[in-house]
């Protein structure tokens, strides 16, 4: 009976260790998404001349989740709630950033481009949206770093906090 409880407490404590290291390799595979999603939003805007509402809704369908989850939402606020850019920008990323792995930084920045939108000329807008794309490349490359630092040592740690909490029951 003992063996089979240690068994469960290494595997329940391993699985949480893969958990946290998976959240970890999430946050760059989801700031890539974001940048190809604000570089294909300033394609639609400069070039397809497209409304920042249908240019959403269409980046919405071709982002995976949960990427697509934000342009979603600020595509359904801007047609459906009428409400400014930036306001519809803000909630949006209020009620979808908790389902990414993101960080409060990458919100930050997500935030300062918000309060451009639709502010500026199409010049204006196009120098703020590839400062947001040097930031969002910034962050992204201190989430590799991170994963690369920090990914096997958080599985290895569940896996060994595992083994300490038997080792001291028993």
Known sequence: MKLIGAVIIILATTWIGFECAKRLSERPKQLRQLKVAIQSLEAEIMYGLTPLAEASEHIAKQMPKP??????????????????????????????????????????????????????????????????????EREEQEAKDRQHKYERMIKSLGFLTGLLIVILMI
Do not use: C, P
């Not at 930036?86 to 300062?112: P, Y």
């Open 67 to 136: 990427v697509s989850y934000f342009f979603e939402h600020f595509s359904h606020r801007l047609l459906d709630k009428q409400e400014t850019a930036f306001e519809a920008w803000e909630e949006s990323l209020n009620e979808t950033w908790n389902q990414t792995a993101m960080l409060d930084s990458e919100r930050e920045v997500m935030m300062q481009f918000g309060s451009t939108l639709g502010q500026h000329d199409r010049e204006q807008q196009q120098k703020q949206i590839k400062l947001t794309l040097s930031h969002l």
